[in-house]
Nanobody, 117 residues
Framework: QVQLVESGGGLVQPGGSLTLSCTAS????????MGWYRQAPGKQRELVAAISTGSNTNYTDSVKGRFTISRDNAKNTVYLQMNSLKPEDTAVYYC???????????WGQGTQVTVSS
């Protein structure tokens, strides 16, 4: 029974900050590359940030310098710290775990982030 549980979404004003958390169970967390994806209405799902089993990170250009992904293997948790939020960041954010060099993927339920004045 694999479960990825997200928290931290909500409504923030432009320029504000928010931190998302995703806690995994049912997997050996340290063996999984973790990522955050987002999907806005009428848009394709896109990768926002990813962190490897060795804690290498990568980001989509639109969030580079504003968002930070991190992981705490002792807590089976991945985080997405979001600063300087813009209305175009509004989306449902999904946590993903992928077993390295495999097609085995798991997804969280999604959490809504709304950036609006």
């Amino acid at each position: 029974q694999v479960q990825l549980v997200e928290s931290g979404g909500g409504l923030v004003q432009p320029g504000g900050s928010l931190t998302l958390s995703c806690t995994a169970s049912g997997i050996i967390f340290r063996f999984y590359t973790m990522g955050w994806y987002r999907q806005a209405p009428g848009k394709q799902r896109e990768l926002v940030a990813a962190i490897s089993t060795g804690s290498n990170t990568n980001y989509t250009d639109s969030v580079k310098g504003r968002f930070t992904i991190s992981r705490d293997n002792a807590k089976n948790t991945v985080y997405l710290q979001m600063n300087s939020l813009k209305p175009e960041d509004t989306a449902v954010y999904y946590c993903n775990g992928r077993l390295g060099r495999s097609d085995l993927n798991y997804w969280g339920q999604g959490t809504q982030v709304t950036v609006s004045s």
